[in-house]
């Protein structure tokens, strides 16, 4: 244990936390402003209510995803200050464009989102919530930029060992950056849905909400009857766009150790770094050529074509990407059986569908982790592939302890912050949708948290008020 594996690690441990925020909120803020303009053409009070329960939601997930945002870039100047320092004048422009965009747009219409309902017009609140999904999305547009970079690097020189910018065009739309951002986004809004699926499905085990639970599922899975398919192309698509610029990566993720042609696909295997093997492998002869290379015959380089210091690690990478493909396949049955079932008529009154969907409901997350290992591990040993080594970025003064103490400083407030965000989310759900309307038009309006103890009787009321130091909840 190193200064440079232990803050590999750590952010690895920041990171993985961090997204899981994004994953649901991108998508949610979507779905908020969908309810928000759906209510203010139909004025159907059912979809009001609902858009009121999931703003609640929405409120602590995004603010569990800016406290754990902030720590990132910190990161950069505490343990990659060489990675800062000589990436910074590519990196730095691009996380201030999410800053003085996403950022700026977020904060300007949040709070008219969360306290205006009944304090501006029904056209205004359903704007904010547009504005709202459309900062998220932004977000996330310039922060898939800085990664692709560091994936396709590209629009640079470098001049006294730092990267100058020669084309900022060529430096946001890298080559992999159109395919990263959809693939990413969409499996944002795929995770998504599968939680408001999952919701709807548990009131109905529960005779609960019935109207509102309705509208969660079908809305849910005519949305995921078209995402999911686009989301398995553009994983195709994003493919052979890595085969391309990164072939090192695609050989880690097929456990391919040989070159050749008609290469079979793996399905399951032990890879062996030491040996160049793999053990106990299940494969489909020629079948890795055809979804890689649309060709029974294509070629496709082994990882001995790289010496070793250059390959990835190929245990995680190849494991990684078979949960991602996996939990791909679950959800796609998932979705068709729903279809079918909705078809029939059937899809509110068949226990085991909702059961099996508020089973799925979070897989969505470990596939986001899954994808976000297979990348990023996957292009190791490079911070900046193919330029830089992740140890040449690593801060040189930094020793292991401050690393180790840090570390377990984040361990411990992540999960101290998370717990509590995850209690908060959980009884949220269980309060459910408010049955009739709520009065938010306040001089000054309550804090968030104050929902939680709102409608539910089951909630220890004194606790949710410590949280935030009133006693007016």
């Known amino acids: 244990m190193d200064a440079l594996l232990l803050s590999r690690i750590q952010f690895a441990w920041v990171v993985a936390f961090h997204i899981l925020l994004p994953a649901f909120t991108v998508g949610l803020a979507c779905y908020i402003a969908t309810l928000e303009v759906r209510w203010w053409i139909t004025k159907d009070d059912t979809i009001r209510r609902l858009s009121a329960y999931w703003i609640k939601i929405f409120a602590i997930s995004f603010g569990m995803g800016v406290v754990s945002g902030i720590v990132m870039p910190f990161q950069f100047g505490t343990n990659w200050s060489r990675f800062s320092d000589q990436a910074s004048n590519v990196t730095g422009s691009l996380l201030a464009y999410e800053v003085v965009t996403a950022f700026f747009l977020e904060a300007a219409f949040l709070g008219v989102l969360l306290f205006g309902r009944n304090l501006v017009p029904q056209w205004a609140h359903a704007l904010s919530a547009v504005m709202v999904a459309l900062g998220t999305l932004m977000s996330s547009f310039w922060i898939l930029a800085v990664n692709s970079w560091m994936q396709t690097p590209r629009g640079f020189e470098v001049v006294d060992g730092r990267y100058m910018p020669t084309s900022m065009f060529e430096i946001i739309f890298t080559p992999s950056f159109p395919y990263r951002l959809t693939h990413t986004v969409t499996a944002f809004l795929v995770t998504t849905a599968f939680v408001i699926l999952g919701v709807g499905a548990y009131y109905l085990r529960q005779n609960r909400f019935p109207a509102e639970s309705k509208i969660m599922m079908r809305m849910s899975l005519a949305f995921l009857g078209i995402m999911v398919p686009l989301q398995i192309l553009l994983g195709d698509l994003h493919g052979l766009n890595t085969l391309?610029?990164?072939?090192?990566?695609?050989?880690?993720?097929?456990g391919l150790w040989e070159t050749g042609r008609g290469v079979p696909a793996s399905i399951f295997a032990i890879p062996d770094e030491e040996a160049e093997m793999n053990h106990y492998e299940i494969a489909i002869p020629k079948f890795a050529s055809l979804y890689l290379t649309h060709d029974w015959d294509g070629e496709v380089k082994g990882l001995k074509e790289w010496p070793k210091e250059?390959?990835?690690?190929?245990?995680?990478?190849?494991?990684?990407?078979?949960?991602?493909v996996g939990i791909a396949l679950v959800m796609l049955a998932t979705v068709v059986i729903g279809l079918v079932l909705w078809k029939r008529k059937r899809l509110f009154d068949r226990p085991w569908y909702l059961r099996l969907c508020m089973l799925v409901s979070p897989l969505g997350f470990i596939a986001v982790l899954a994808g976000w290992t297979t990348t990023e591990v996957g292009r190791q040993p490079w911070v900046i592939y193919g330029l830089m080594r992740t140890s040449e970025g690593v801060t040189p003064s930094l020793t292991t302890s401050d690393v180790a103490i840090s570390l377990a400083t984040y361990v411990i407030s992540y999960l101290i912050i998370f717990g509590a965000g995850f209690i908060l989310l959980r009884r949220l759900v269980r309060i459910g949708p408010p049955e009739k309307e709520e009065h938010e038009a306040q001089a000054h309006p309550k804090r968030p948290l104050s929902a939680v103890a709102a409608h539910d009787d089951t909630v220890n009321v004194p606790v949710v008020r410590g949280l935030g130091g009133r006693h007016d909840a």
């Open 244 to 254: 391309e610029h990164q072939p090192a990566k695609v050989a880690a993720m097929e």
């Open 310 to 324: 250059d390959r990835p690690p190929v245990a995680i990478v190849y494991f990684a990407f078979r949960t991602m």
